[in-house]
């Protein structure tokens, strides 16, 4: 397997436009992750999937911020709309459970929103 | 909520010595993790510890985990520039199971 593949690896945005991150998480994983990291706040979990359903969105910082993941093999984290403060790395990962087993992480989506 | 520090958040050693962080969690935890992130790259797991004073070796690298389930350390002995880099530990959260990240660890190997 390919790992985890998130795109698109940068993504530079003006304030106020919609930003689409893209996560394929490894196949056979029923758990994915969104994480993002700042210097600030270091790793924040965002929101958690099981089986594509959404368990867990408390780490979900605004209304502006909404996740999907219409199938097993494909989500999104958007943002709409972008404000510089969202500027981040976003990292996507799977896992085969959601305890006692290790995350595999996404090589992660660097967001500057000017 | 269940909060995960660190400690030091930042180190700088000379290439050759030992290097050790210290994890400390506000709750008691059933295991906890260990990743690596070398600058610019993302977190890959290195370790999960789950009983009480277990101690785990990895080449030059010492993981245990507290008597209490509370804490953690990762000693690095001999340190290479290879091994530059963020060390996180990671505890499941007891209501929800999804692991909360400590801190950081940021490693600097002077060499």
């Known amino acids: 397997d390919a790992g985890v593949i998130q795109s698109p690896r940068h993504e530079v945005t003006e304030m106020g436009q919609e930003v689409t991150l893209r996560c394929k998480p490894i196949s056979g994983h029923d758990y994915l992750f969104w994480y993002r990291q700042t210097m600030m706040r270091g790793l924040e979990l965002l929101i958690y999937f099981n089986n594509n359903v959404p368990i867990d969105d408390s780490g979900m910082p605004e209304d502006r911020f909404s996740a999907k993941m219409p199938n097993a093999s494909f989500s999104t984290l958007k943002i709409q709309p972008s404000e510089p403060r969202d500027s981040a790395v976003y990292f996507c990962?799977?896992?085969?459970?959601?305890?006692?087993?290790?995350?595999?992480f996404g090589q992660g989506t660097r967001l500057t929103v000017v | 909520g269940q909060q995960v520090m660190q400690i030091p958040q930042y180190q700088h050693v000379q290439e050759g010595e030992d290097f050790t962080t210290y994890c400390n969690s506000s709750?008691?935890?059933?295991?906890i993790q260990w990743y690596k992130q070398r600058p610019g790259g993302h977190p890959v797991f290195l370790i999960q510890?789950?009983?009480?004073?277990e101690v785990k070796k990895q080449k030059r690298l010492t993981f245990q985990f507290g008597e209490a389930k509370k804490n953690s350390s990762l000693h690095i002995t001999a340190t290479q520039t290879t091994d530059v880099g963020t060390y996180f530990c990671?505890?499941?959260?007891?209501?929800?199971?999804?692991?909360?990240f400590g801190t950081g660890t940021r490693l600097k190997v002077l060499a």
């Open positions: 990962a799977s896992s085969e459970g959601i305890l006692n087993t290790e995350a595999f």
């Open positions: 990671a505890g499941p959260d007891s209501g929800t199971y999804k692991y909360i």
């Open positions: 510890l789950v009983k009480s004073g």
């Open positions: 709750t008691t935890l059933s295991n």
